[in-house]
């Protein structure tokens, strides 16, 4: 340990549409200038999930109040459900009241949920305001805030309703991770362990050392090196028009058919993404050629960090499938499935059918 400030800034390339994501340890309070800094002005609209809000929402409001920024919080319940229309409306209707208009700016502060949220309402209130992510989990610092896609659910399916949205700026602080639940904490691995397998397989060596150690220079270094992955993907295709940025769906065909047959409430996002990349990996050797050894390296990965691998018997296959046939991944019909030649070598497949990922998870 040493009381030196260990911090990474990872810069997402996107001409005017730039912005830093730093990664550091203890780095919450320093937001307010953070966001002077990126020159953002106005009133700022604080959202957060209850929970979230509780931990470490005077912390981040006192930060901004300091900067010299007036702060209007929202508090929406914790919980996937908060993705929704109505919590869109409350949101920008609690924003309204508040006195914030086109000049303001909204903070996520939260997980994904709170992220693809918050960045919808900045989407949209006022046709478009800046905001900033401030990630709280595992799945948010790696993953969701970084690359501007936000959104909200309908009871017909995930994200069906959302807007590319860059934020101006994503400052993760690590620290934040040690009050997440042991299951929240260990399900963003799954988003960990996606990314090393498209991208760098090297980071699956020693990364079961994070199963205890949650903090740390060690952890700073880990999450800047996914951002990297992700900025670098979305970089080269910032509005999945190009097919790069289909390759984070890795795992994500199967895994979100998963997570709606589960109701949403039986797995955890990183949970249904596990048991989606031990489908992908299982097809990526039948049919892409990835070598046992390989698609071994990603399974245990999974297993170290105990991340479910076998579906639950109670959870019906054919509703999986189902669910799949739904998903916007199934374009017209077309089934698009990301595989891996090789740790590293993804691609978007057109040979996989439902009925092969049914037979993957049949016991
Ligand atoms: N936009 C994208 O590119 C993208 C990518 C991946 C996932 N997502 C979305 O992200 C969502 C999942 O995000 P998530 O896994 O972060 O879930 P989440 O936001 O629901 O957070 C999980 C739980 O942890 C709590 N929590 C958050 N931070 C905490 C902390 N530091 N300490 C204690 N508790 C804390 C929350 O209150 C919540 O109950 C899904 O809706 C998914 O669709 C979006
Ligand atoms: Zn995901």
Redesign the pocket.
């Known amino acids: 340990m040493s009381d030196e400030r260990v911090e990474q800034a990872v810069r997402v390339g996107l001409g005017e549409r730039g912005y830093d994501v730093v990664v550091g340890d203890g780095i919450l309070g320093g937001i307010g200038g953070a966001a002077r800094e990126v020159g953002l002005r106005g009133r700022c609209a604080l959202i957060s ?1 209850e ?2 809000a509780g ?2 929402g005077d912390e981040v409001e006192g930060s901004l109040r300091a900067a010299g920024y007036e702060v209007v919080r929202v508090e929406v319940p ?3 459900a908060s ?1 929704s229309l109505g919590q869109v409306e409350a949101c920008c209707g609690a924003m309204a009241r508040g006195g914030l208009d086109r000049g303001s700016f909204v903070l996520a502060l ?7 949220l918050a ?1 919808l309402v900045a989407a949209v209130y006022y046709r478009g305001v800046p905001y900033v992510q401030v990630p ?2 595992v ?2 610092q790696v ?2 805030s970084v ?1 501007g ?3 909200v659910n309908l009871g017909e399916g ?2 069906l309703v959302g807007a590319f949205h860059q934020p101006r700026l994503v400052w993760a602080d690590v620290a ?2 040690a ?3 042991e299951r ?1 904490y260990r ?2 691995f799954a ?1 960990v362990i996606k990314h090393a397998a498209i991208r760098d397989a090297a980071m699956l060596d020693g990364l079961g050392a994070r199963v205890a150690e949650r903090g740390g220079a060690g952890m700073v270094e880990l999450m800047a090196r996914n951002v990297a992955i992700k900025a670098r993907v979305v970089e080269e295709d910032e509005r999945e028009t190009a097919g790069v940025r289909a390759l984070l769906n890795f795992g994500h065909t199967a895994g979100h058919g998963i997570e709606a047959a589960g109701g949403y409430g039986r797995f ?3 949970e249904a993404i596990s048991l989606g990349l031990v489908v992908a990996v299982r097809l990526s050797v039948q049919v892409a050629g990835l070598a046992e050894g390989e698609a071994a390296r990603v399974l245990g990965a999974l297993e170290e960090f105990g991340l479910p691998m076998v579906l639950p018997e109670d959870v019906e296959i054919a509703a999986v499938l189902e669910a799949m046939g739904r998903d916007k991944k199934f374009e017209g019909g077309q089934v698009r499935f990301v595989l891996l030649r090789a740790l590293g070598d993804a691609f978007v497949s057109e040979d996989v059918t439902v009925e092969m990922v049914g037979e993957v998870l049949s016991p």
């Open positions: 999930d929970r979230v931990l470490y914790e919980g996937e993705k939260g997980g994904g949920v709170v992220g693809d960045g709280t989990t799945v948010a993953d969701s690359g896609k936000t959104g995930k994200n934040t991770l009050t997440l639940g929240e399900e963003g988003e955890l996002h990183g």
